[in-house]
């Protein structure tokens, strides 16, 4: 990394995020240099720390800990935590319990989730744990190749990461010093896309990070209009990116993409490594389990709990970040033995619920829709809502009032409902754009439903579950 960058600039500028920086990257490199058993009693030490500051100075886990006969010397980074499940709710309804008692209020600082699938939760972070995620992040940039102080365009979504009228030390500071150029995508459109492209052009980035599908978006416009500059580095997040996202975007800049995972919650967790077999998580920062609830075409489902390494304001311990995810365990050829993930389904309430019980993936339902968006000619963005287990209604975008539009929409609904082995009540809308959430993030299927069971398990073990559960949550149809 720029060592102007990690040592000066940084820690002067945003002191609030990197102050320290050089020796929080240090010792994340050095423990990436050790060796496997080295670097499992390093986690083991770190779980058995927060277990015991948790247990020590939090009243909530306090009582978990008692009530489940558990002391904070009995967790192993080998075996599951005896614990129950922190969920958002708990988040929601305990806050003052779940916070440590050893830090006072202006030693916090405050954020919240993305509220994609329910109102945003609020939760604190101590501020040397707000430090050591953003060194982890600047970490995994680098497994990519992005280093601090690259020149990057950032795609992204979400308002509140953005400065709608930046002062001109904020552009000094960002643009000149930072070298990264924002480009604000809440919505998208050719002319919009059009803007993206000019502003690629003229700066030129090695860098690009975005969300998923506003790279999938710019890519699509990219390939119709042509590029010159090609970046260095491709980076993608917060969204889920498909087999079919992948080839896209890596056949118009002729670079491998890296995909990172993380969220509002936890921070940025795992990335790809250099041979893209799967998103590795970084235990200096976590420890996850696994819990495993139901089977895919393409291996067990498991819902993924973290346990936060880094957060000692307000502790997060065996957290349901409401994903889903399939294993690698095959040895990835990098050499690290970190947890692996195959593939992230997404959320599991994130899908079409049926009236018995059953579900079908909202991951599913958008990779049936990629290949079937191969062939259309009018129809180019597509969501759908369930308004009922009878009815769901079904929002597109029209790229090009060809005839076949009719014949292409009941060819979808004929597809979700074989999908499904359940005929729906459908009910059509055509509109300009498909809106994003307040997240940023774009999803392909939404729930009315008065009582949606996020934890629902049979959804995923349905027999009628199609191939290619690897897709993204929003659909772009090709062109």
């Known amino acids: 990394m720029s060592k102007f960058h990690t040592h000066f ?73 005896p614990l129950p499940i922190l969920t958002r709710d708990d988040l929601r309804q305990r806050t003052e319990e779940l916070l440590s008692n050893s830090y006072k209020q202006a030693d916090l600082r405050t954020s919240a989730t993305g509220g994609t699938t329910s109102t945003p939760v609020r939760f604190c972070r101590d501020l040397e744990g707000l430090r050591n995620k953003t060194a982890l992040q600047l970490q995994l940039n680098s497994w990519a190749g992005y280093e601090a102080g690259d020149s990057v365009m950032t795609l992204w979504g979400a308002h509140r990461d953005l400065l709608m009228a930046p002062s ?9 010093l930072m070298r990264c150029v924002s480009a604000p995508s809440g919505f998208i459109n050719e002319e919009i896309l059009e803007r993206f492209r000019q502003r690629y052009e003229k700066h030129r980035p090695k860098v690009l990070y975005a969300y998923t599908n506003v790279l999938v978006a710019f890519a699509s416009y990219l390939k119709k209009h042509g590029l010159q500059h090609r970046p260095k580095v491709l980076i993608v997040t917060a969204e889920l990116l498909s087999e079919p996202s992948r080839k896209l975007i890596e056949s118009v ?57 880094l957060n000692y304001g307000q502790p997060f311990i ?82 090009d ?20 082995n359940h005929p729906f009540n459908w009910t059509l809308e055509k509109v300009a754009n498909i809106p994003r959430e307040r997240s940023g993030k774009i999803r392909l299927c939404m729930s009315e439903l008065h009582t949606p069971d996020s934890s629902l398990a049979k959804p995923l073990q349905s027999q009628n579950l199609r191939e290619g559960i690897t897709c993204s949550s929003f659909v772009d149809l090709p062109s």
């Not at 001109?168 to 000149?176: A, D, F, G, K, Q």
């Open 253 to 309: 800049f002729d670079v491998p993409v890296f995909n990172h995972y993380g969220s509002r919650d936890v921070g940025m967790i795992s990335s790809e490594c250099s041979y893209h077999t799967g998103l590795h998580f970084h235990p200096w920062g976590c420890y996850v389990e696994f819990d495993r609830i139901g089977d895919t075409p393409d291996g067990p489902a498991y819902r993924l709990l973290v346990t936060d390494l």
């Open 168 to 176: 001109w030390r904020w552009r000094l500071y960002e643009e000149v």
């Open 9 to 81: 600039l940084l820690p002067f500028a945003v002191p609030e995020r990197h102050a320290g920086l050089p020796g929080r990257l240090r010792e994340i490199q050095k423990f990436e240099r050790m060796s496997e058993q080295q670097q499992r009693e390093v986690q083991q030490q770190r779980l058995s720390r927060i277990l015991e500051h948790s247990y020590r100075t939090v009243p909530y886990y306090r009582k978990q800990f008692d009530a489940a006969d558990f002391h904070p010397s009995h967790g192993r980074v080998d075996q599951p935590l």
């Open 318 to 399: 065996r957290y349901d970040t409401g994903d889903c995810v399939t294993l690698n365990n095959r040895d990835c050829s990098c050499g690290r033995w970190f947890p692996q993930v195959g593939q992230i389904l997404g959320r599991v309430a994130d899908g079409l619920e049926l009236a018995d019980g059953g579900i079908v993936p909202g991951v599913s339902v958008g990779n049936h829709m990629s290949q079937m968006g191969q062939t259309f000619r009018a129809i180019s963005q597509v969501q759908f809502v369930q308004k009922s287990h009878e009815h769901l209604h079904l929002r597109y975008v029209v790229k």
């Open 401 to 420: 009032e060809h005839p076949s539009a009719r014949e292409e929409l009941k060819s979808i609904c004929s597809a979700i409902d074989s999908l499904a």
